[in-house]
């Protein structure tokens, strides 16, 4: 009789620490929820947050979520190479080269020029850049500051005098820059610097 006892007892300690586990962790389930997804906020830090809309995509949370789900992580064009090397690497995917189709190649790379002696210094087009590339002030002329700036053309439709154009960038020596053949480097398609011989 008293084994037995022992057992009940024994068993009824058992399912009170169950439970008591049980409650703690319920608690903590509740207490210590994390909202969203992390890797949606990991991904997001990567981005360059000028929710220029180039990926195709309302902003740069959008795309996040998107990549979080299993979407190309090359769509990024203000990020450009960096940002796909860090979120090939934040989820273990190969490198892929910038989709031409959501950017520019450095071939046929676009930037804004402004017609300074049209533009009226509204600062429409400064409020419009997600890259702070426009310089200039109220009443005042503007410029962009090209190699700030990424062709997203975000500028252009608000221009109230149409003064902005989209122009290719023109490959001079200082700006052509050689890339490494695949597998040669320890990244696809990264640079490797030349070393004089000589």
Same mark, same amino acid.
């Given at each position: 009789?008293?084994?037995?006892?022992?057992?009940?007892?024994?068993?009824?300690?058992?399912?009170?620490?169950?439970?008591?586990?049980?409650?703690?962790?319920?608690?903590?389930?509740?207490?210590?929820?994390?909202?969203?997804?992390?890797?949606? @906020?990991?991904? @997001?830090?990567?981005?360059?947050?000028?929710?220029?809309?180039?990926?195709?995509?309302?902003?740069?949370?959008?795309?996040?979520?998107?990549?979080?789900?299993? +979407?190309?992580?090359?769509?990024?064009?203000?990020?450009?190479?960096?940002?796909?090397?860090?979120?090939? @690497?934040?989820?273990?995917?190969?490198?892929?080269?910038?989709?031409? +189709?959501?950017?520019? #190649?450095?071939?046929?790379?676009?930037?804004?020029?402004?017609?300074?002696?049209?533009?009226?210094?509204?600062?429409?087009?400064?409020?419009?850049?997600?890259?702070?590339?426009?310089?200039?002030?109220?009443?005042?002329?503007? #410029?962009?500051?090209?190699?700030?700036?990424?062709?997203?053309?975000?500028?252009?439709?608000?221009?109230?005098?149409?003064?902005? @154009?989209?122009?290719?960038? #023109?490959?001079?020596?200082? #700006?052509?820059?050689?890339?490494?053949?695949?597998?040669?480097?320890?990244?696809?398609?990264?640079?490797?610097?030349?070393?004089?011989?000589?």
């Amino acid at each position: 009789m008293d084994i037995l006892f022992d057992n009940i007892t024994a068993l009824g300690s058992l399912t009170a620490i169950a439970l008591g586990f049980g409650a703690l962790l319920g608690f903590a389930a509740v207490k210590f929820k994390v909202e969203g997804n992390p890797i949606v @906020d990991q991904i @997001d830090a990567l981005l360059p947050q000028t929710q220029c809309g180039q990926c195709g995509h309302p902003g740069c949370r959008p795309y996040a979520e998107s990549v979080a789900e299993g +979407e190309e992580i090359n769509k990024c064009v203000p990020g450009g190479d960096d940002t796909i090397h860090a979120l090939a @690497d934040l989820l273990g995917r190969d490198f892929v080269p910038l989709d031409e +189709e959501h950017g520019a #190649t450095p071939e046929s790379k676009m930037v804004a020029v402004i017609r300074e002696d049209e533009c009226i210094g509204c600062t429409k087009c400064i409020q419009a850049c997600p890259m702070d590339a426009i310089l200039g002030a109220a009443k005042q002329m503007h #410029t962009v500051i090209s190699d700030e700036c990424t062709g997203c053309d975000l500028c252009v439709e608000p221009c109230p005098v149409d003064c902005i @154009d989209m122009v290719p960038v #023109t490959v001079t020596l200082q #700006t052509w820059h050689w890339t490494a053949p695949k597998g040669i480097g320890s990244r696809p398609g990264e640079l490797i610097p030349v070393r004089n011989i000589a």
